[in-house]
């Protein structure tokens, strides 16, 4: 198997995992704070991580050299999830996912101005399929609010998370020296935990964990595992390998596997005409990976 291939096959499971958060993440939100729960992630996730990359590569000092390097990365990443989970406070998963859909357009634009990495006239087409798609989806299908371009708070604050998001694909390969996936990512998940405690430390204290719900444990547990360690390596890995438009081109496939959770969960399907939106963002993604050969 080549390395394109990798990572391609990367980012397929990435966009498998990551779905789950917006639907776990929506019935969590509420019964805690979005800086509280990403800290505990993150300080979990960083065990993890820091453990399977001393089994691994080993944490040579070379390997955290310019340290300031991994403060960007984590602090970008920080910034997405906990943003991402203050929107789903309002936002439907359905909704938010679709948002997620937008960062390939911004990762393109990122890639260009940090990587002078092209985009062609497919890739743009593909872009435009998609984050139309995407806004069919978020309005609901609903020509009248789509003229209003009235976005929901929740919708809004999730996006410039995700902005945030985009930032960080160009940002790996820019950044990296070097560094095994496993190792890059414990540096970054490492400032993240450093950042997002910091940020998070009154709400931290101010929690009362043992009176939390279930959900919160089990959407915790997921998101630390799942989405947080085991997507920070396949982000990074897919990230050395492929153009960050490419990279960021699965997200495409969040809404189709949200829709996935949310029926498994019991809470029902979008109507047909959501589906319509669903249908142009998997043409957005078929698109963007014929064209293999980005000028």
Not at 110 to 119: D, I
Not at 135 to 155: C, H, K, P, S, T
């Amino acid at each position: 198997m080549s390395d394109r291939l990798r990572g391609h096959l990367a980012m397929l499971t990435f966009s498998a995992l990551i779905a789950g958060s917006f639907a776990l993440g929506s019935m969590a939100a509420n019964e805690i704070a979005p800086t509280a729960l990403n800290a505990v992630r993150f300080v979990i996730a960083a065990c993890l991580l820091g453990a399977a990359a001393h089994a691994t590569h080993g944490l040579s000092r070379p390997a955290f050299r310019a340290p300031w390097r991994y403060l960007i990365l984590g602090g970008s990443m920080g910034l997405y999830f906990v943003l991402m989970f203050e929107g789903l406070k309002t936002a439907r998963p359905v909704s938010a996912a679709a948002v997620f859909t937008l960062t390939p357009m911004i990762a393109g634009l990122f890639g260009y101005l940090l990587l002078r990495q092209a985009m062609t006239r497919r890739m743009a087409l593909a872009l435009s399929v998609g984050g139309a798609g995407a806004l069919w989806v978020i309005f609901e299908a609903d020509w009248a609010a789509l003229a209003a371009f009235q976005v929901g708070r929740g919708e809004a604050i999730y996006f410039l998370g995700c902005v945030a998001h985009a930032f960080y694909t160009p940002m790996v390969r820019k950044l990296n020296r070097g560094e095994p996936p496993v190792v890059f990512s414990f540096g970054a998940m490492v400032a993240a935990a450093l950042l997002v405690t910091g940020a998070g430390w009154p709400a931290l204290r101010a929690t009362d964990w043992g009176a939390l719900p279930p959900i919160v444990w089990i959407t915790l547990a997921y998101v630390t595992v799942a989405a947080t360690a085991i997507t920070f390596v396949l982000l990074q890995y897919a990230s050395l390998r492929l153009p960050s438009a490419k990279v960021m081109a699965y997200t495409y496939l969040t809404p189709v596997w949200v829709i996935c959770w949310e029926a498994a969960l019991g809470n029902g399907v979008p109507p047909v005409m959501v589906m319509l939106g669903v249908a142009m963002i998997l043409t957005a993604l078929v698109l963007l990976l014929k064209d293999e050969h980005p000028a």
